[in-house]
């Protein structure tokens, strides 16, 4: 009893962390690798989902630029998001953090509007195959009925992000593409707003 009232502080922090953020993977886990897998593959859904195709590492400054295979046709981040501002989410559907925060998300594509914003989501699924991912997040899009376009992730765009150990994190990145900010852990709407005025302010 005299161990808990001493050390009280201690126990609080350790569980609001665990509770904030979900370890990216267990010891015997791999990320998914790139294996090229075609969106022709993926389950028929209507879902913004497609799997990655490439991820290079920042140059001069500029965030790590990637693509991926959208409905056959490859898509560069840095060209779908030049001159925007960008709030870039790493998550994972099994990351009960994750899932609390997508509803706030999803209110903040939703009132986008003029504000020169684009919302993308990077899904670090727990599997080495890219056709069960593209499948399962696919499914858990359309069932959650998201409204931003979500890329599954591989190993190459976790390390090109500095290393992705835990999800959710959030980049908040700038219109030269820059990033302001990088955010661990789940974070509500007013928090996130907070952050979004700050940075296109």
């Known amino acids: 009893m005299r161990f808990i009232k ?8 350790g569980l ?3 509770t904030a953020s979900c370890a990216k993977k267990t010891e015997d886990q791999k990320p998914i690798s790139d294996d090229k897998t075609s969106q022709s593959d993926a389950p028929k859904v209507v879902a913004q989902v497609y ?15 990637f693509a991926w295979d959208q409905n056959g046709k490859q898509v560069r981040f840095s060209e779908f998001t ?3 501002f960008v709030l870039l989410n790493f998550w994972g559907t099994w990351c009960p953090p994750c899932r609390r925060e997508l509803p706030d998300l999803e209110q903040i594509a939703a009132e ?3 504000k020169n914003l684009v919302v993308i989501g990077v899904a670090m699924e727990r599997t080495t195959s890219m056709t ?13 009925q998201m409204n931003y376009p979500v890329i599954i992730g591989t190993g190459d765009l976790f390390d090109a992000y500095g290393g992705i150990e835990a999800v959710p ?14 955010i661990q852990g789940a974070r509500t709407k007013a928090d996130f707003d907070l ?7």
């Open 6 to 13: 001493n050390n009280i502080w201690i126990i609080i922090i």
């Open 16 to 18: 609001t962390l665990l």
């Open 169 to 182: 994190t959030t980049f908040l990145i700038n219109d030269k593409g820059k990033i302001v900010n990088s």
């Open 112 to 114: 986008i509007g003029n």
């Open 195 to 201: 952050e979004l005025n700050k940075m296109m302010k």
């Open 132 to 144: 069960e991912a593209l499948s399962g997040v696919s499914t858990f899009w359309v069932t959650n």
């Open 82 to 84: 030049k001159g925007k």
């Open 51 to 65: 799997p990655l195709i490439s991820a290079e590492a920042p140059k001069n400054g500029i965030t790590a630029d």
